[in-house]
């Protein structure tokens, strides 16, 4: 940690460049400044000068011609941080210049010199243009993301581990990949102080800091307000599209659906990526022979959607589905409710908890659904236990097996192939750490205030064995988020959305007439679709939900063809 003073003691004396061991900070070539020179402009800079400020939601690209920029976290607070050191060939900034998000440090000139300023919309052209500088920018960005975030860069995050709201506000931060730092009531010192100096009490908490801004446990879309996180639009503007849910399948739709010309907005209540967002690889996603990480999928994703014009908005939680006036209306939790033509219904689908007598009080402080950066520092060097067989489970384990001191898998079953891949069953058992516990579920959750072990039994056998285990992680299969369609369309006994064949049975059985057939995704409601993990039948695979995405696109188009009245809002005048 470097003071302000401390920073500016330093302007006198040469600034090191940050060393670039990851890649994040690559030097452009002289023919790719000349080609960004081309749609941007020179200007001189001076020592002092700050190209864009903590939290400033619309700045400009920057490269450095001459001299040198400082990133700094928590600029003219008296508790400045240094976090890199750009020289001549750098560009500035990362993710959140090209996903509209607000600024998490600020750029500040420590050696004056020159600077190229592009207006980030001649950027996205060019980049479109120029595919070998666009994934240049976009690879750097995308790292510098992951290094602000194991920085503990951006907001900060104070409140106690055991308040809802704080685990509430680490979720939406951690799952929409923000960087952020928690700060413990529990166990950091600093915490109570910090909350002094701010004349806030502890029972106040949890607030969220951003420089000398203090947000006082702030609901998710105030949170996402602020970080320039976009909101729906209003209802008098009726989209062609509206994707419900952002995992896989909805971000493919959307993709698909607004490069297709369609007018596209897309709904998540948490964050884009679903539940394939916080996998932390993986291997078996054709075209990635090493593997990708969930996080890295989505960022990918929500970025190709936006660049073909589609609106992405989180936190927006769908409450209702209705039908008004010719079209469809999608009833919101906060903010204006949503109208399109069609709908594709992409929720997806939650873990089960596991039916264990007393699990409910761990919840959120030792019992996970995830196993995301967050949990996995909440349970280092700490034993933990997972259950399921899937390939969710599997990944839980060789990923948490880096954190924990040790992993144990409970599985129903005597082979590990019977719901997973072989792929990851291999890996598996080539982890060191990781015990594979074969027809053994948890019969009993132990421990006061946090988890302390669980009892296992044997399913064949009956005997049971008590395990040390801070963190318990369930992933047991899943139910549908299809409370909020009430009825709108058939759904089977389980809660699954039926499509085609199906839904034209359960239509039928209901006593309903339709002009035509459903389409191979759309349900019994006429223009409305479903795709991935909400859909019955669906392969719970990432390739398979992201192909139901694009189909259920084609199959849009031929509603609307059917439909002269829904005219795509693109051809309205």
């Known amino acids: ?93 990362e993710l959140s210049l090209l996903t509209g998000q607000a600024a998490f440090y600020s750029a500040v000139v420590r050696e004056p010199g020159e600077v190229l300023v592009v207006p980030v919309t001649r950027l996205r052209e060019l980049v479109t243009l120029d595919p070998t500088l666009g994934d240049l920018i976009l690879r750097a960005y995308l790292i510098r993301r992951e290094l602000l975030i194991g920085l503990g860069a951006g907001f900060k995050i104070v409140g106690s581990r055991f308040s809802p709201d704080t685990r509430r506000l680490r979720e939406f931060a951690i799952r929409n990949r923000l960087p952020h730092r928690w700060i413990d009531l529990e166990d950091d010192p600093a915490a109570e102080e910090l909350l002094r100096g701010l004349g806030i009490g502890p029972e106040a908490t949890p607030v969220v800091i951003w420089g000398r801004e203090v947000l006082r446990n702030p609901s998710n879309a105030d949170l996402a307000r602020r970080i320039g996180m976009p909101a729906p639009r209003t209802l008098q ?184 891949s072989r792929y990851l069953a291999d890996r598996i058992e080539r982890t060191p750490g990781i015990e594979v516990m074969r027809h053994t579920e948890v019969r009993e959750v132990i421990g006061d205030t946090t988890l302390e072990a669980v009892a296992a039994e044997d399913n064949r056998t009956g005997e049971r064995r008590t395990l040390p285990a801070r963190a318990l992680f369930v992933f047991i299969g899943a139910e549908p988020h299809t409370q909020w369609l009430r009825d709108q369309v058939a759904l089977d006994e389980h809660g699954f959305v039926l499509t085609g064949f199906e839904a034209a049975r359960a239509a039928a059985e209901r006593g309903e007439e339709r002009e035509r057939p459903p389409l191979l995704l759309e349900t019994s409601v006429p223009g409305v679709l479903a795709v991935g993990d909400v859909r019955r039948g669906s392969i719970k695979r990432v390739a398979s939900a992201v192909g139901e995405g694009s189909m259920a696109v084609r199959l849009v188009h031929e509603h609307l063809e059917t439909h002269p009245e829904a005219v795509p809002a693109a051809a309205q005048t």
């Open 1 to 93: 940690m470097t003071t302000s003073s401390g920073l500016q003691a330093r302007d006198s004396a040469p600034l090191a460049e940050t060393p670039d061991s990851h890649g994040a900070y690559p030097r452009l070539s002289e023919a790719q400044i000349e080609r960004l020179t081309a749609h941007g402009v020179r200007r001189p800079t001076r020592a002092g000068e700050i190209l864009f400020g903590e939290g400033d939601e619309h700045y400009d690209f920057f490269v450095v011609l001459e001299g040198k920029v400082a990133i700094v976290q928590g600029y003219g607070t008296g508790k400045e941080e240094l976090i890199a050191v750009h020289g001549p060939g750098r560009f500035l900034g």
């Open 237 to 420: 503007i009726v989209s062609d599209l509206v994707v419900v849910g952002a995992g896989p399948a909805g971000l493919a739709a959307s993709v698909y659906g607004a490069s297709e010309g369609l007018d596209t907005i897309a709904l998540d209540a948490v964050a884009t990526g679903g539940q394939a967002g916080t996998s932390s690889r993986i291997e078996n996603y054709l075209g990635f022979p090493t593997g990708i990480s969930g996080a890295e999928l989505a960022e990918r994703a929500t970025i190709q959607a936006k660049k073909f014009g589609a609106r992405l908005s989180v936190p927006a939680e769908a409450t209702a589905l209705e039908r008004r006036d010719g079209h469809y209306v999608v009833e919101l939790c906060e903010g204006p409710a949503v109208a399109a033509r069609t709908v594709v219904i992409a929720t997806g689908a939650r873990y089960r908890k596991l039916p264990v007598p007393g699990i409910e009080r761990f919840e959120g402080t030792s019992v996970f659904y995830a196993a995301t950066l967050m949990e996995a520092q909440m349970c280092r060097e700490d034993p933990v236990v997972i259950v399921g067989g899937g390939n969710s489970a599997g990944q839980a384990a060789v990923f948490l097996a880096r954190y924990a001191a040790h992993v144990r898998l409970l599985i129903r079953d005597d082979d590990l192939t019977t719901s997973m």
